[in-house]
C-alpha cells in the first residue's frame, strides 16, 4: 500500500469549531514514493468524518457547460467513460479503474457495485454500451486503454481526466467530480438518497458537506411503501447484513419488537442460549432460531474480549452507544432501499404490522370491528382505536361501513351498494330490508341507514316495508 501524508499549515488565527471556513497558509500533500503537491491559500472546510480528517475545498466545482462540452467532445473515448462515470455516477478513482463489465447491468441501466447501486445516466450507458462492444472480448475490465489494448493504471486514468478537463480551463480532480455529483444528488434528492447511492453514510454526507447547503431541507421522513415491499426491502438487508451491528440491530427492533435503547444496552447474561430466550426488566424475548444462530456467532468472535455489552466496535472491541447503533443501522437501511427509514421508525411500523395483523385476524373471527372491540382488545384510548381501524381501511386489509369495520372482500364496498341494489331491484322488482342485509353481507341496523338516505337521495322508492327503483326507471321490472 502507497504511504500517504497530509500536513495542514494554519495561520497563527486558526478557529476551535471543529467544522469551519479558514484561510490556511498552505497544504502539502504527500503520496506514494514521497513526492510532495503544496496548495496554494484557499477557503476550505475542514473537519473530522467518520475518524478521517476531511478537506473540501468550495471552489472545486466544476461549470456544467464546460463539462458538457467535453463530454461531447470525448464521446465514447477512455477520456468520455472516465468523466461520466465520475462526475455523472460519482465513482471515485478506484472504483472507476476496478469497474468490471459483469457490474454493467444494461437490462436495468444500473452500475452494480459492491455496496450500492447506481442508477445509470441515459449518455452514460450509450458511451458504456458502444465500449463494451468494442473491448468485451478483450478484458472484463471497462477502462481498455485504446492503444495498447489493455486495463488502464490509476495513473493513466488520472493523466487522461486532467488532460480533458484542462481543454476546457477546468481545474478539477476526479474526487472534485465526484464530489460534485454528491452535492447534486443531495440538492435533487435529499440526503437520504445520496447516502443510498453514495455508499456514505448521511452523518459522514452532513459533517463534508452540510456547510455548502445551508438552507436545505431535508426530505420528509415519513415511512412509505406497501407492507410487502418493505418487508421484501428488510429480508433483503437482514440477509446481507447478517451478524453485523446493523444486521442484529434490524431484525431485533423489526422481529422481536425490542426498542432501540433495549439493543444497544443488551448484555451477554440476558441472553440465554439454552432456552432460546433475551430477558429484559419487563419480559422476555423468544429470539428464534435466526437470532440464536446470529447471536451465537457474534459470541464465538467477541468471547475472548470478556465484554459484558453485545454490541462493541470490530475494530476496538469497545461498547457502542445507541448512536452509533443508530447511524450503522439507518445507514444499511437507506443503502436497501429504505430510505426514509431508521430504527425508532422501523419499530413504529413493525408495531402497526403487529397491530394490523391481529386486529384483521379478530375482524375474520367475529365477522367485524368496531371502536369499542378494539378498546377492549389492544386497551387503548378511543381516539387510538379510531386510529388504527382507519389506517387499515385506508390500507385496504379493511372495509369500511358506517362506523363498522369488515374484512375485505367480506362485504360490498359503499361506493358499490348503490349498483348491487339496483342490479337486484331490476331483476326482482321489490326488496326488503333482509334481502339487503344478506346481499351486502352487513347487519340489519346499518341496512336501515343505507336505505333510508338512498331513499332521501330519491334512489330508491319504499313501499310499506319493502323498496323498489323509482317509478319511470328505464330498468324497472314490469
Request: charged letters at 25%.
Amino acid at each position: 500500500m502507497e504511504k500517504h501524508a497530509i500536513r495542514f499549515i494554519l495561520p497563527d488565527n486558526k478557529p476551535s469549531n471543529p467544522f469551519s471556513t479558514v484561510s490556511l497558509a498552505e497544504i502539502e500533500l504527500t503520496m506514494g514514493d514521497w513526492q510532495s503537491y503544496r496548495k496554494d491559500t484557499a477557503f476550505h472546510h475542514i473537519g473530522a468524518v467518520g475518524g478521517i480528517f476531511v478537506v473540501s475545498d468550495e471552489t472545486k466545482r466544476p461549470d456544467e457547460a464546460a463539462m458538457r462540452h467535453i463530454l461531447d467532445r470525448y464521446s465514447d473515448s477512455p477520456e468520455g467513460i472516465i468523466l461520466r462515470l465520475a462526475w455523472l455516477e460519482g465513482l471515485s478513482r478506484k472504483e472507476l479503474n476496478e469497474l468490471t463489465w459483469d457490474q454493467v447491468d444494461f437490462e436495468t441501466q444500473n452500475l452494480l457495485l459492491q455496496d450500492r447501486t447506481i442508477p445509470l445516466e441515459p449518455s452514460v450507458a450509450d458511451c458504456l454500451q458502444k465500449r463494451y462492444e468494442k473491448y468485451r472480448t478483450v478484458s472484463d475490465r471497462v477502462l481498455i486503454a485504446d492503444r495498447g489494448k489493455k486495463p488502464m493504471t490509476p495513473e493513466n486514468v488520472s493523466r487522461l481526466a486532467k488532460n480533458a478537463l484542462d481543454s476546457e480551463g477546468q481545474k478539477v480532480s476526479l474526487m472534485d467530480l465526484r464530489h460534485d455529483w454528491l452535492l447534486r444528488q443531495i440538492e435533487a434528492h435529499g440526503w437520504a438518497y445520496a447516502a443510498k447511492v453514495s455508499g456514505l453514510a448521511v452523518s459522514s454526507l452532513r459533517g463534508q458537506f452540510g456547510s455548502c447547503l445551508k438552507g436545505k431541507q431535508d426530505q420528509n421522513f415519513a415511512v412509505s411503501g406497501g407492507k410487502d415491499e418493505v418487508e421484501y426491502l428488510l429480508w433483503r438487508i437482514v440477509q446481507q447484513e447478517g451478524s453485523s451491528t446493523a444486521g442484529l440491530a434490524i431484525w431485533m427492533c423489526w422481529q422481536l419488537a425490542m426498542q432501540p435503547g433495549e439493543v444497544a444496552a443488551l448484555t451477554w447474561d440476558q441472553v440465554d442460549f439454552k432456552t432460546g430466550h433475551i430477558h429484559l426488566p419487563n419480559r422476555d424475548i423468544d429470539m428464534g432460531t435466526r437470532m440464536q444462530r446470529l447471536l451465537g456467532e457474534v459470541w464465538d468472535r467477541q468471547k475472548p474480549l470478556n465484554e459484558p455489552q453485545v454490541f462493541v466496535a470490530p475494530t476496538t472491541g469497545h461498547p457502542i452507544d445507541l448512536s452509533r447503533v443508530s447511524v450503522v443501522s439507518r445507514t444499511a437501511m437507506i443503502r436497501g432501499g429504505l430510505e426514509h427509514f431508521s430504527l425508532r421508525t422501523l419499530c413504529s411500523w413493525a408495531a402497526a404490522q403487529r397491530t394490523g395483523e391481529i386486529l384483521t385476524a379478530h375482524a375474520e373471527k367475529q365477522g367485524s370491528l368496531v371502536r369499542e372491540d378494539v378498546m377492549k382488545l389492544l386497551h387503548v384510548s378511543e381516539n387510538t382505536a379510531w386510529t388504527y381501524l382507519n389506517r387499515l381501511a385506508d390500507s385496504g386489509r379493511l372495509e369500511k361501513v358506517g362506523v363498522r369495520y369488515y374484512p375485505k372482500g367480506s362485504v360490498v364496498a359503499p361506493e358499490n351498494q348503490l349498483v348491487v341494489i339496483e342490479d337486484y331491484l331490476k331483476k326482482h322488482g321489490i326488496g326488503s330490508r333482509q334481502a339487503f342485509v344478506e346481499l351486502l353481507h352487513i347487519t340489519p341496523h346499518q341496512a336501515t341507514n343505507i336505505l333510508k338516505h338512498m331513499v332521501e337521495r330519491g334512489e330508491l322508492v319504499r313501499v310499506g316495508k319493502r323498496y323498489r327503483l323509482p317509478e319511470g326507471g328505464e330498468n324497472e321490472k314490469p
